[in-house]
């Protein structure tokens, strides 16, 4: 792995032209003295719908208002974009990134009471390629008095971050692979695979649920996952929903209760990428030792999902697979595309006015900069399912 930081190889400034798609309509300008802003004014014949570009992986998106929002890249960079106009933010801590697209930054969230404190965190693979949260102050589009809250020696290929209330939140550890070997998610002493939660200052909650083996709570809220890369929780229900990666197959929306073995991989309606069966146990002796999906797709629809919303009780999320933008309705038990072959759908959320914002990466095997690295993007797109 490579560390990725503020990278200074890559270019400062990026312009959008004209032409029928925002891939095909990137320039990079290389010549000295230009601003760090990424200037992304609509022009005639742009891909309708595009707030910012010239991106590599964006993975998360939190929402300030209407017109303004940060998002974090996997380059190990967080932007600011306020009314058309984003911004790098300096300050932030040190990230490693692997030659193609692991690592770096995973999300970037808003504390509850942001509008008071102007707390803002993140989750990101550190210097040390070991998971991390930090927060800081966000003021005046500054970053200060950044600290770590959070910090495990071991590597997260996904996180997300999300809040049950003002004083605890959850953060998604992910893992890849086949059958994970120990240290894994059945591995109560590890942190991969598992849903934590976390006081808003890092400290273990001391209602948090006491597991097998242990003498009083620890961080790990569930276990058994295998990459949980979408979270939300309601507030209404105080229902705490995650969507997660199976390997070849497999994916699955779960309601998340304190305490629960999710089953991975003891169990899974996937297969290994040899095409052999994940394991031996059966789908009744997993429904009797660990918790199933509320929803799962098999081999067949493959989706890789990545960032989830719920709003008019249906669940939007990317199919990083697919390149597409789903909806579930959990009532029909029905999956259908609202955007197709948009491009990998890192993360969806909803704006004030009920619009919705997704981060679209770059394509897979690049370099921030390199060729092809620089088609990450951030699209608008109105209620009714269409970009604009």
Same mark, same amino acid.
């Given at each position: 792995?490579?560390?990725?930081?503020?990278?200074?190889?890559?270019?400062?400034?990026?312009? !959008? @032209? +004209?032409?029928?798609?925002?891939?095909?309509? &990137?320039? #990079?300008? $290389?010549?000295?003295?230009? %601003?760090?802003?990424? /200037?992304?004014?609509?022009?005639?014949?742009?891909?309708?719908?595009?707030?910012?570009?010239?991106?590599?992986?964006?993975?998360?998106?939190?929402?300030?208002?209407?017109?303004?929002?940060?998002?974090?890249?996997?380059?190990?960079?967080?932007?600011?974009?306020?009314?058309?106009?984003?911004?790098?933010?300096?300050?932030?801590?040190?990230? !490693? @990134? +692997?030659?193609?697209?692991?690592?770096?930054? &995973?999300? #970037?969230? $808003?504390?509850?009471?942001? %509008?008071?404190?102007? /707390?803002?965190?993140?989750?990101?693979?550190?210097?040390?390629?070991?998971?991390?949260?930090?927060?800081?102050?966000?003021?005046?589009?500054?970053?200060?008095?950044?600290?770590?809250?959070?910090?495990?020696?071991?590597?997260?290929?996904?996180?997300?971050?999300?809040?049950?209330?003002?004083?605890?939140?959850?953060?998604?550890?992910?893992?890849?692979?086949?059958?994970?070997?120990?240290?894994?998610?059945?591995?109560?002493?590890?942190?991969?695979?598992?849903?934590?939660?976390?006081?808003?200052?890092?400290?273990?909650?001391?209602?948090?649920?006491?597991?097998?083996?242990?003498?009083?709570?620890?961080?790990?809220?569930?276990?058994?996952?295998?990459?949980?890369?979408?979270?939300?929780?309601?507030?209404?229900?105080?229902?705490?929903?995650?969507?997660?990666?199976?390997?070849?197959?497999?994916?699955?929306?779960?309601?998340?209760?304190?305490?629960?073995?999710?089953?991975?991989?003891?169990?899974?309606?996937?297969?290994?990428?040899?095409?052999?069966?994940?394991?031996?146990?059966?789908?009744?002796?997993?429904?009797?030792?660990?918790?199933?999906?509320?929803?799962?797709?098999?081999?067949?629809?493959?989706?890789?999902?990545?960032?989830?919303?719920?709003?008019?009780?249906?669940?939007?999320?990317?199919?990083?697979?697919?390149?597409?933008?789903?909806?579930?309705?959990?009532?029909?038990?029905?999956?259908?595309?609202?955007?197709?072959?948009?491009?990998?759908?890192?993360?969806?959320?909803?704006?004030?006015?009920?619009?919705?914002?997704?981060?679209?990466?770059?394509?897979?095997?690049?370099?921030?900069?390199?060729?092809?690295?620089?088609?990450?993007?951030?699209?608008?797109?109105?209620?009714?399912?269409?970009?604009?």
């Amino acid at each position: 792995m490579s560390s990725a930081g503020s990278p200074t190889d890559r270019t400062d400034c990026v312009r !959008r @032209t +004209s032409g029928r798609s925002v891939v095909a309509g &990137l320039c #990079v300008l $290389l010549t000295a003295g230009c %601003s760090s802003d990424l /200037l992304v004014n609509p022009e005639p014949g742009d891909e309708p719908g595009v707030l910012a570009v010239g991106l590599w992986i964006p993975a998360g998106i939190a929402v300030i208002g209407e017109e303004e929002f940060l998002f974090g890249d996997r380059s190990g960079e967080l932007f600011h974009y306020v009314n058309g106009v984003v911004t790098r933010i300096d300050g932030m801590p040190q990230s !490693r @990134t +692997s030659d193609h697209y692991w690592g770096g930054f &995973l999300d #970037v969230s $808003l504390h509850p009471e942001f %509008s008071q404190n102007r /707390l803002v965190y993140i989750a990101y693979v550190d210097a040390n390629a070991g998971l991390a949260v930090a927060r800081f102050e966000f003021r005046d589009g500054r970053a200060t008095d950044l600290d770590v809250v959070f910090r495990s020696r071991e590597f997260s290929i996904g996180s997300r971050i999300v809040w049950e209330n003002g004083r605890h939140f959850f953060l998604s550890f992910g893992v890849g692979g086949d059958p994970y070997p120990a240290p894994g998610p059945q591995d109560l002493g590890s942190d991969v695979g598992k849903i934590h939660r976390l006081d808003a200052d890092g400290r273990v909650p001391t209602d948090n649920p006491v597991l097998p083996g242990a003498s009083g709570p620890t961080s790990i809220w569930s276990y058994g996952h295998r990459n949980p890369q979408g979270l939300f929780f309601d507030p209404v229900e105080r229902t705490l929903y995650a969507t997660e990666h199976g390997p070849l197959g497999g994916d699955e929306l779960n309601v998340i209760e304190p305490g629960r073995n999710y089953g991975w991989p003891l169990f899974s309606y996937g297969l290994n990428y040899d095409n052999t069966p994940v394991s031996g146990m059966t789908e009744a002796e997993a429904r009797a030792s660990t918790i199933l999906p509320m929803k799962f797709w098999g081999p067949a629809f493959r989706v890789a999902p990545s960032g989830l919303l719920m709003r008019d009780g249906a669940f939007l999320f990317g199919a990083l697979y697919s390149s597409d933008l789903l909806r579930y309705h959990p009532a029909t038990g029905v999956t259908e595309v609202v955007l197709r072959n948009v491009g990998r759908v890192r993360d969806v959320v909803r704006l004030p006015s009920g619009a919705i914002l997704i981060s679209v990466g770059g394509r897979l095997g690049t370099r921030p900069g390199g060729a092809g690295g620089s088609e990450g993007r951030i699209l608008r797109v109105l209620s009714s399912g269409v970009i604009g």
